[in-house]
């Protein structure tokens, strides 16, 4: 298996570089016979072709040691001079190689055409016509050749870029849910706590549910998004504990259109901006609070709004946000960039609503 992948790399690498002699050919040999129609010395196409051709394989052969030389004396090496004058020379030796080859196929051909003509009679008229020429063809097939590699490594480069930056994103999400995860388990067992003195049947319920919330984070543990309805079934748990502690100070409604549940979202998103609604709006009021959670679809994105019937937020917004807020905030950023929109307001009916829009894709 090692031994036939770079074989079979070298062979289509061939086979690329005889595709493109052979369009050279064929391109030379149509400009060869229109010319020599329009000066009156027609030839056919065949011979056009097998002259051309003639000529070009010749460089096929040559470019294949001359692609090396280029490799192994790149333009941007150490020394410079040095590498310039190795391709100077490179270039008037295999010059003078292309003549003597396509010398030699030429005595050839006419030995096959019963035309038999000496090889000095084909090398010094074919040396002073083309010796210029294929100086420019060398240098042609090395700009080619460090064109080609600067553009597989510029290729290289912004694909390790983007695994860079992808890699870093990834660990900067898991980092900002290795923070949250420890904050809401707080948050909950001080609730626990809370009720350990004055109702310990509700605070062994808590318990219980807790232990089923743990379960489900657990087996989708590192995952920057889920789907819609996991994350739902998610924040059901978490206020099916909330409702104990709260007991009938908690009503919650749930408007969701079903075209989103699959919607992948980030992992824990509702459970911070619920738990901010709770606290900073429902707990610290003596009337009963109410939750609205909804989630509907727009062109393009997903939208997603919590609201409570708390007293909002104090004119000009909060000074400042607690972990859950400003973590959202910041998983936000780094999944979606500027694709996203989070936004809180109060409601014209009263209360604080805290509105998540998505991409859909």
């Given amino acids: 298996m090692s031994v036939a992948r770079p074989l079979s790399r070298s062979l289509l690498r061939l086979t690329g570089i005889a595709a493109f002699w ?5 391109a030379f040999a149509s400009q060869f016979y229109l010319s020599s129609t329009l000066l009156g010395r027609s030839v056919t196409w065949g011979q056009a ?56 196929v030429g005595q050839v051909h006419s030995l096959l055409i019963d035309e038999p003509v000496t090889f000095p009679e084909i090398f010094r008229p074919l040396l002073v016509k083309t010796f210029p020429f294929n100086l420019l063809i060398y240098g042609v097939i090395i700009s080619v050749s460090h064109a080609i590699d600067y553009y597989r490594k510029y290729h290289e480069r912004t694909v390790h870029t983007l695994e860079l930056e992808k890699h870093l994103t990834e660990a900067r999400l898991q980092a900002l849910l290795r ?8 948050n909950t067992l001080n609730g626990i706590a809370s009720l350990m003195h004055s109702d310990v049947e509700a605070a ?14 657990m ?27 709260f007991r009938d100070r908690l009503a919650v409604e749930f408007d969701l259109d ?26 610290r009021q003596a009337r009963p609070g109410r939750l609205v959670l909804t989630a509907r679809a727009l062109p393009g994105f997903v939208e997603l709004t919590v609201r409570d019937n708390g007293a909002g937020q104090p004119p ?33 009916d ?7 829009t998505l991409p859909a894709d």
């Fill in 316 to 348: 000009g917004g909060f000074t400042r946000e607690g972990i859950g807020l400003g973590n959202t905030r910041a998983r936000l950023r780094e999944l979606y960039g500027d694709r996203h929109r989070f936004e809180l307001a109060n409601h014209p």
């Fill in 49 to 104: 072709i097998s002259y051309s051709l003639a000529d070009w394989y010749v460089w096929a052969v040559l470019s294949v040691p001359i692609l090396w030389l280029a490799r192994r004396y790149p333009p941007e090496g150490a020394t410079p001079w040095r590498t310039a004058g190795i391709h100077l020379l490179a270039a008037l030796f295999f010059s003078l190689v292309y003549v003597g080859l396509r010398a030699a």
């Fill in 22 to 26: 052979t369009l050279v050919g064929l």
């Fill in 204 to 217: 062994d319920r808590m318990l219980v549910r807790l232990g089923e919330l743990l379960r489900i984070t």
């Fill in 219 to 245: 087996s989708h543990p590192g995952q920057p998004r889920t789907p819609l309805r996991e994350e739902i079934a998610f924040i059901e748990k978490y206020l099916e504990i909330e409702r104990i502690r």
């Fill in 179 to 186: 923070q949250l995860k420890p904050h809401f388990l707080f």
């Fill in 258 to 283: 079903p075209a989103v549940l699959d919607a992948e979202v980030p992992s824990l998103l509702l459970q911070p901006l619920v738990e901010n609604a709770i606290r900073h709006g429902i707990e």
């Fill in 350 to 356: 009263g209360g604080l609503i805290v509105r998540v």
